[in-house]
């Protein structure tokens, strides 16, 4: 019965209801997943009958939503900012885990970093508050700046009308390379700042007075998104034929590439979003003084109800039924022993042959009492081969056992419920990961007391874990560690120098000539040659020595416990010359270079930021001097 009641689907009580949603933009790849699971009957499945709303330029979807003329939008970080001034906005999925937006600048207008635009025309959409944090944390803002409007147009970028403008690096990236401009791309990323990008959200009015609502429509648009991403060339087609897009096929299939790589949907579920990264991106608006410190996110963030999931897709779901089974079916294996009921015998052994656990019924000495089908499917070995055999001769591998021993003994002697994880043998010799709850039963009557052991396999979800701490800490790409890992390794270098007095050196390295790759072979022959690089940095220095991708075709070397700045000189010639080297990808050979800036600790600075933006600063003036060369921060003027 239990069972039953958890297997129940709820069937929505709204059937066609209307619902709009506010779009940032036209109709492009950029909202794929709302199209998909329009096409596909998603939202039909739940009984909503959803509109979608193309923008226009310079409207903001908060104030659609807030307006009442939209039930629901996609908006940027500056929710946040929303927020704080009283708009009662709530984000209930991230799409892009990675914001796109970007500043895509002219090299012809003399411009090499951030600080050259100052003076320079300038457009900045609406919403686009991270790109203002960038540039004041990189010292350019205010009246420093010539803003004009934004036209929404990459044709006053490439006829010169404007320097620089904000772009969204998977959209107008396309036209610009297309048109073969010199630019470069200024993403907030390369500076530490990595906001969400395309954030489904609501009111608190709707979610208050429609909470089934809200659940049924976010969960069809994150199924919508998880199609759409896994069948890019459908969708397309189907962009092109319903949705009157701007663009040409080559531009939506540009789109969705891009955008792969920041929604990364291989790595993590469409829709996840994480209390921390707000809480840093809080943070970093308020380091620049657009929101005040500590500001609480209560009300802010969607919290869907969880329900109990029986396909164990969600171990905190199992977890709370395995504890509500122990108990059940340990009460119920008590009265068995007790009474031998005939009708209760067989109601007990029909839920505990269903039990969606691993149920292990042992002895004092080890010897298994009971073995249900979900142990024989997880370890292979029958309920009869099992019975009267020491299930640590056969079920737990030789690594494992002294420290199963001490639990064991733990549950006996105590009597309490004992939680532990330990990986277990299959028949085949194969290891599984199991988290085990464990009971002693004691027999009242003077039999032999039984421990039963309820197992949960959670191999795929702890290396599901590791992936997604991984992706969160090193290029998928390259495989060196990313921006945020390599800032962290800077920063523990710079406290032990500190510390010990020691000496470091940072290389700030900048490849040339590589748009040229993508330009003419396409970004799949750029990522192999970005690829490659990584490996042949990985092999320049000591063990000691970390090498990262900072973004886009820029790399790091940190060079801990360096005193002698010849030292660093000679990483940097090592690594010119190994990038010298060609590249033979695509069956195509290219030949690029790399430009590298070098700063020393405390000599440039004495904080990581400091270093970083010295050792940046120096690799421009290698690229302004030709390229294919190192300088030093220290001869900068």
């Known amino acids: 019965m239990l069972c039953s009641l958890l297997a129940c689907a709820v069937v929505p009580a709204w059937a ?88 895509a600048a002219r090299r012809d207008a003399g411009i090499a970093n951030l600080q050259d635009l100052v003076g320079k025309r300038l457009m900045l959409e609406p919403a686009a ?41 998977t959209d107008e990236t396309y036209p610009l390379s297309r048109a073969g401009l010199d630019y470069l791309l200024f993403e907030p990323r390369a500076a530490g700042i990595d906001f969400y990008g395309d954030n489904l959200f609501t009111t608190e009015a709707e979610l208050a007075a429609h909470p089934e609502r809200v659940a049924a429509f976010r969960a069809a648009t994150l199924r919508g998104w998880a199609y759409a991403m896994a069948h890019v060339e459908e969708v397309v087609d189907l962009i092109l034929t319903r949705w009157d897009s701007p663009h040409e096929r080559a531009h939506l299939l540009h789109e969705a590439a891009e955008m792969r790589r920041l929604i990364q949907p291989e790595a993590i579920a469409p829709g996840a979003m994480r209390v921390d990264r707000w809480h840093r991106i809080a943070q970093t608006y308020a380091s620049v003084g657009m929101l005040p410190e500590g500001l609480s996110l209560e009300g802010f963030l969607y919290e869907p109800r969880r329900r109990p999931d029986l396909a164990w897709l969600s171990w905190l779901a199992a977890a709370g039924l395995a504890l509500a089974l122990l108990a059940g079916i340990a009460g119920l294996y008590i009265r068995h022993l007790r009474r031998r009921a005939e009708t209760l015998a067989d109601w007990y052994r029909a839920v505990y042959e ?34 009267g055999r020491d299930f640590r001769e056969f079920l737990i591998p030789d690594f494992e056992r002294g420290r199963l021993e001490g639990v064991i003994r733990e549950v006996l002697d105590s009597g309490q ?53 991984r992706s969160a800490h090193f290029d998928a790409l390259t495989n060196l560690p990313n ?29 040339d000539g590589f748009k040229a790759v993508n330009d003419t072979s396409g970004h799949l022959c750029g990522d192999q040659v970005l690829h490659e690089v990584g490996v042949r940095l990985a092999g320049v220095g000591r063990a000691s020595d970390t090498v990262g991708r900072l973004g886009g075709d820029e790399f790091g ?73 190192h300088a030093p921060a220290s001869e900068l003027p």
């Open 16 to 103: 066609g209801e209307p619902v709009r949603l506010q779009l940032k933009w036209q109709h492009q790849f950029q909202f794929a997943g709302y199209y998909a699971a329009l096409e596909k009957g998603f939202y039909r499945d739940v009984g909503l009958d959803v509109t979608l709303i193309e923008a226009r330029p310079g409207e903001e979807p908060v104030e659609a939503v807030l307006s009442g003329e939209a039930d629901y939008g996609v908006g940027t970080a500056d929710l946040l900012l929303w927020r704080h001034r009283g708009a009662p906005v709530v984000v209930l999925a991230v799409i892009f885990q990675h914001s796109p937006l970007a500043i």
């Open 129 to 169: 508050a991270e790109l203002l944090a960038l540039l004041q944390r990189e010292g350019v803002g205010g009246a420093q700046l010539s803003l004009v409007p934004h036209s929404f147009d990459v044709a006053d970028l490439l006829a010169g009308r404007v320097a620089a403008m904000s772009v969204y690096t």
């Open 354 to 387: 269903a039990a969606p656990l691993a149920f292990v019924v042992f002895d004092r000495d080890c010897q298994v009492v009971d073995w249900n089908r979900r142990a024989e499917f997880l370890f292979g070995w029958r309920r009869d081969e099992v019975l």
């Open 417 to 469: 419920h004992v939680q532990n994880r330990n990986w277990n043998l299959t028949r085949s010799g194969s290891r599984v990961l199991c988290e085990w709850m464990n009971a002693l039963v004691r027999d009242a009557n003077g039999g032999t007391d039984r421990v039963i052991a309820l197992g949960l396999d959670i191999t795929e979800r702890v290396e599901l874990e590791q992936r997604l701490e």
């Open 483 to 511: 921006r945020t890992l390599f800032l962290d390794r800077l920063g523990q270098a710079v406290h032990l120098a500190t510390r010990h007095g020691h000496g470091l050196a940072l290389l700030f390295i900048d490849l």
């Open 557 to 629: 070397l940190l060079l801990p416990e360096i005193d002698d700045p010849d030292g660093a000189y000679r990483v940097a010639r090592n690594c010119i010359a190994l990038l010298a080297k060609p590249f033979e990808v695509c069956g195509r050979r290219f030949q690029i270079g790399a430009s590298i800036g070098i700063a020393h600790f405390p000599a440039d600075g004495d904080t990581p930021e400091q270093l970083l933006a010295a050792a940046d600063r120096a690799m421009y003036q290698a690229k302004r001097a030709g390229g294919n060369d």
